[in-house]
């Protein structure tokens, strides 16, 4: 059974940093996409970040250039990096995974399993 838990919100002020963590088990295929994606309080959530099981990369343009998106294989661990923090960035943050050969979309509905979020909240 594949169990992601994120880990490493909290409340940070505009222009801080935060680094998210999404610890990865059960998941026993050999090639995956596994992403990040966000919501706020009445809007649809959203996809910000991907990566396959080759390390290729896609964002979506809201956060090019200060979002960044990295794995650790050897502690099965997803890593999503915020710098220059925006109010805007405000919302529950998930870890996401699905098994294909790469990473095609950053919309939810290509991701089968997921985390249980961490709350990332900035203050102006």
């Known amino acids: 059974q594949v169990q992601l838990v994120e880990s490493g919100g909290g409340s940070v002020q505009a222009g801080g940093s935060l680094r998210l963590s999404c610890a990865a088990s059960?998941?026993?295929?050999?090639?995956?996409?596994m992403g990040w994606f966000r919501q706020a309080p009445g809007k649809e959530r959203e996809g910000v970040a991907a990566i396959d099981s080759d390390g290729s990369t896609m964002y979506a343009d809201s956060v090019k250039g200060r979002f960044t998106i990295s794995q650790d294989n050897a502690k099965n661990t997803l890593y999503l990096q915020i710098n220059s923090l925006k109010p805007e960035d405000t919302a529950m943050y998930y870890c996401a995974a699905d098994h294909v050969n790469y990473c095609y979309t950053l919309r939810a509905a290509g991701f089968g399993y997921w985390g249980q979020g961490t709350q990332v909240t900035v203050s102006s």
């Open positions: 059960g998941y026993t295929y050999s090639t995956y996409c």
